[in-house]
């Protein structure tokens, strides 16, 4: 019985040895590839289009996969809930529009905020932490709401507002993000922006493809329908560059 009893709390000090030893390792993979997917973006939320040839621009297609990020489930559930607590109040007090100063949005309501409750500071901390290293920010986080029934037409945003990194928290709806070249406008790719996804543009994507949301009638990603709701963007943006806001 004392052998066994010896054996027994010798196998069960191995199982606990061994256990930890698991459970970290797999917990380190999964914060490696967290890590990856927020670095480079996951490409299974980016699609070329076919009018996009394969074997034309193969360089531009490299840069622009670089510079269009997507990372799904950037935030959870209860960070959502909590970003949305922060901004509804004055959103609620707004009318959506239909006539935006440079015709780029319809069906929108849009505000800035620069405090935020301590869940949602963190939330917008980790956010910035993957803009360029030495990057200045706007103080102000732009609050985009688009109704279930509006959209935003092609466009580049203005230089003067904003500078080389945009990115944007996906929240109440997924959408489809649609990027088109301005010089050759048969090259084009869509990014899924699935619901509390985060999505990073800067240098080519930012500078030489517009971009729309896609109203809901349009709203496909490889084949398949996105049910489009409203959705509420919550974007940091660098600030101007200088030599080039005029």
């Known amino acids: 019985m004392l052998t066994l009893s010896l054996l027994r709390n010798s196998t069960l000090r191995l199982l606990f040895q061994q256990l930890p030893k698991k459970i970290t390792t797999e917990c380190g993979s999964e914060k490696l590839l967290k890590e990856k997917v927020e670095a480079s973006g996951d490409p299974n939320y980016i699609e070329f289009l076919p009018s996009w040839n394969p ?5 531009l297609r490299a840069d622009v996969s670089r510079h269009m990020r997507v990372i ?3 935030v959870n559930e209860t960070e959502e809930a909590a970003l949305l607590a922060d901004v509804e109040p004055k959103l609620k007090r707004m009318r ?10 319809e069906g929108y309501r849009e505000t800035e905020r620069d405090s935020w409750s301590p869940l949602c500071s963190e939330v917008l901390s980790r956010v910035r932490r993957l803009f360029p290293a030495g990057a200045s920010l706007l103080p102000q986080v ?7 029934a509006g959209h935003i037409k092609p466009h580049i945003d203005a230089v003067r507002f904003c500078g080389n990194t945009i990115a944007g928290l996906c929240l ?22 699935e619901r509390r996804a985060l999505y990073i543009m800067s240098g080519v994507a930012r500078y030489e493809f517009s971009h729309a949301v896609l109203g809901g009638e349009h709203s496909f ?3 398949k329908r996105v049910i489009r709701g409203r959705r509420v963007a919550v974007i940091c943006r660098e600030q101007p560059d200088k030599s080039t806001s005029g």
């Open 172 to 193: 109440l709806s997924s959408a489809v993000m649609r990027l088109t070249h301005e010089k050759k406008p048969h090259i084009q790719l869509d990014a899924l922006l």
């Open 72 to 74: 799904p489930d950037f």
């Open 142 to 148: 732009h609050v985009l709401d688009l109704a279930a």
């Open 221 to 223: 990603f490889r084949g």
């Open 55 to 59: 074997d034309e621009e193969v360089d």
């Open 96 to 105: 959506y529009e239909y006539d935006h100063w440079d015709n780029a949005i």
